[in-house]
């Protein structure tokens, strides 16, 4: 069995484009506004001798009650559940969000490992773009860029060694 990974995260925070670099695919919708990938999304990723199939998720809207980011939290939920290993994405250059908390206490319950990346980061200095961050209570962030790649192995390294 392929260990499964799922990328989580309000929408607007990189996961599309991290799925697109982790499958080398231009399957996911990539888009400059939120909440384009509507539904669940498979790829197939391999890191070195080890293949993996990664979700891509439309975005954790847990606010909603009804509509379509009522479906989008129920379909990220169910891509959690499938998971071995969560992703949880934020942004580190709009910083922490509410959300992104509402979302980190979910995780926690359901009890699947999760790791926490701070995406958009080229540029920045690690230690400013982690800080507000551990507020989350979910560890050492992983300080990545999807879109230039900084930090996408390591996380890789990181999510299947947690398999
Ligand atoms: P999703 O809604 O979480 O799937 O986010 P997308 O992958 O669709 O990306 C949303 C926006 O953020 C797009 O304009 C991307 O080009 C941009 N983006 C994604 N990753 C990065 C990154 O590493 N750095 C920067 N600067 N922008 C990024
Ligand atoms: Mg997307």
């Given at each position: ?8 995260g309000?929408p ?8 697109n670099r982790?499958t080398?695919?231009r399957?996911a919708i990539?888009?400059?506004?939120p909440g384009?990938t ?5 790829g ?11 979700i891509?998720?439309?975005?954790f ?7 379509i980011y009522?479906?989008m939290?129920?379909?990220t939920r ?6 071995d290993?969560?992703?949880f994405?934020?942004?580190g250059?709009a910083?922490?969000?509410?959300h992104?908390?509402i ?5 926690r ?9 701070v995406?958009k ?7 400013n773009?982690?800080a507000e961050?551990?507020m989350?209570g979910?560890?050492d ?6 879109a230039h ?10 999510a299947l060694d947690?398999?």
């Amino acid at each position: 069995m392929k260990p499964v990974i799922a990328l989580v995260g309000r929408p607007n925070v990189g996961k599309s484009t991290l799925f697109n670099r982790l499958t080398r695919s231009r399957d996911a919708i990539v888009a400059d506004f939120p909440g384009l990938t509507r539904d669940r999304h498979y790829g197939n990723g391999r890191m070195g001798e080890r293949p993996f199939l990664v979700i891509d998720t439309g975005g954790f809207e847990p606010v909603a009650k009804e509509g379509i980011y009522h479906e989008m939290a129920k379909q990220t939920r169910q891509a959690v559940i499938e998971a071995d290993v969560v992703i949880f994405i934020v942004d580190g250059r709009a910083g922490l969000n509410a959300h992104d908390q509402i979302i980190a206490d979910d995780l926690r319950k359901t009890g699947r490992s999760v790791i926490l990346a701070v995406n958009k980061a080229e540029g920045m200095r690690h230690a400013n773009v982690t800080a507000e961050f551990y507020m989350l209570g979910l560890g050492d962030p992983v300080v990545i860029s999807s879109a230039h790649g900084d930090g996408v192995r390591e996380l890789l390294d990181y999510a299947l060694d947690m398999v």
